[in-house]
């Protein structure tokens, strides 16, 4: 794609992009089925590479997934038009177009954009596992990874099997018990979640969680905002019967690392793993914003760090809004039809994969702080968008207080 068709597809949706459905598979667990996706298309990229189990949404990066994915699995597209095959990589309409898109803020501190979202779908729980910081990251070559939940109720009819979500090691637990699971790994299940502490989760809620602490996710579709990387060590063997290979603890370790479990032991960030206030400190209910009325309403319900932000906007039946923020934003809608900007839009139904849609767009930090006009057209449901946002919207709420300070 040219550098002018990114430029007329950008002005033609007056600095919105529509963009292309993004499925990732996943070659361990299994899918959850609710990403409003056929049911035959589940495997629709075979066998070998697990079933679709993620929908990832603003991605400029690719899914970490083995030497059988494409180049591009997880990077999100742009839809230029009606026709499948006419679109081109989020990736590279911001580098061709900088700060137009993602505002100077942004292109300055990052030279990008620097965060994307997803759905998380899964019908058992996940393994027992945490995302590497930055400095041990880096040794690898890639970036830490914090990352936040919420979990809406429009696409969570079913609960799967276990919707409880691990945290943390326990207070009581000493750095010593843990060593002694991991050296556990490949001789025995080594049902290090007995060493956690696990959650119910509620619906219109969420988390946010550090890199460095371990979470065994629970079994709920959850929409998940995150820093662009897709890194990770798996501390749990066994999850649900499915074995999980020594790999899977080391993959992100130099490989003069990979059988020191020393090294395994400090990618823990300890502190916050044994914090005794941890859902006071991280747990987020809904905050509803001061601009909210009887025509919609705005509830952020991804705040208190200091990477991203996320909040769910409602249009209630057959009103017409103006919504304005200051930062760019992706966003998915999951309820309702309607009018979003110069596009037609609508929650998805049921896609097949490869199948244009009308529910997701990338809006430019002009375009937010101009105001999106989003109208629903239906007369019974509410339009219900969630929008993810990097780290410099400037009414995202602060963290709760913390109760040790």
């Known amino acids: 794609?040219?550098?002018?068709?990114?430029?007329?597809?950008?002005?033609?949706?007056?600095?919105?992009?529509?963009?292309?459905?993004?499925?990732?598979?996943?070659?361990?667990?299994?899918?959850?089925r609710r990403l409003r996706l056929h049911p035959h298309d589940y495997y629709a990229l075979g066998t070998q590479r697990g079933s679709i189990k993620e929908r990832w949404f603003s991605s400029i990066i690719p899914a970490m997934n083995g030497p059988l994915a494409?180049?591009?699995e997880g990077l999100s597209y742009v839809s230029a038009s009606t026709d499948t095959e006419d679109r081109f990589l989020l990736r590279d309409a911001i580098e061709e177009l900088g700060a137009a898109v993602i505002g100077d803020e942004?292109?300055?501190?990052?030279?990008?954009?620097?965060?994307?979202?997803?759905?998380?779908?899964?019908?058992?729980?996940?393994?027992?596992?945490?995302?590497?910081?930055?400095?041990?990251?880096?040794?690898?070559?890639?970036?830490?990874?914090?990352?936040?939940?919420y979990f809406p109720p429009q696409l969570n009819n079913t609960l799967g099997k276990f919707p409880h979500t691990f945290f943390g090691i326990d207070p009581s637990v000493t750095k010593e018990e843990v060593r002694e699971r991991l050296l556990q790994f490949e001789a025995e299940d080594n049902r290090i979640t007995e060493l956690s502490r696990a959650f119910r989760i509620q619906l219109g809620t969420g988390w946010y969680t550090p890199p460095g602490v371990l979470h065994a996710p629970g079994s709920v579709l959850t929409y998940e905002p995150q820093l662009n990387s897709d890194v990770n060590s798996v501390y749990e063997n066994v999850t649900d019967?499915?074995?999980?290979?020594y790999e899977f603890l080391v993959e992100n370790l130099p490989d003069d690392k990979k059988r020191d479990v020393d090294a395994i032991m400090a990618l823990?960030?300890?502190?916050?793993?044994?914090?005794?206030?941890?859902?006071?400190h991280y747990f987020r209910p809904p905050i509803t914003a001061d601009h909210s009325d009887e025509q919609h309403t705005t509830k952020w319900i991804v705040y208190g760090n200091d990477y991203f932000g996320a909040t769910e906007l409602t249009v209630q039946p057959g009103q017409t809004v103006t919504?304005?923020?200051?930062?760019?934003?992706?966003?998915i809608i999951i309820q309702g039809h309607g009018q979003f900007g110069v596009y037609e839009a609508e929650s998805a139904g049921m896609l097949r994969y490869g199948q244009l849609s009308g529910d997701e767009y990338f809006v430019s930090e002009q375009a937010a702080r101009e105001g999106v006009e989003v109208t629903n057209r239906s007369h019974w449901e509410p339009l219900v968008i969630l929008k993810h946002f990097g780290p410099n919207h400037p009414q995202m709420p602060p963290a709760p207080p913390r109760r040790d300070q």
């Open 70 to 72: 494409p180049p591009d």
């Open 268 to 280: 823990m960030d300890w502190e916050k793993n044994v914090d005794p206030h941890y859902r006071q």
């Open 241 to 245: 019967g499915e074995v999980y290979p």
């Open 106 to 149: 942004l292109h300055q501190d990052y030279g990008t954009w620097p965060m994307y979202s997803k759905f998380f779908d899964y019908e058992p729980p996940l393994f027992f596992h945490l995302h590497l910081d930055d400095a041990a990251a880096s040794l690898v070559g890639r970036l830490g990874k914090p990352e936040a939940y």
């Open 1 to 32: 794609m040219s550098a002018s068709q990114i430029q007329a597809t950008f002005d033609r949706g007056k600095g919105i992009f529509r963009m292309v459905p993004n499925f990732v598979p996943r070659r361990f667990s299994e899918a959850g």
């Open 323 to 331: 919504v304005k923020d200051e930062a760019a934003y992706g966003c």
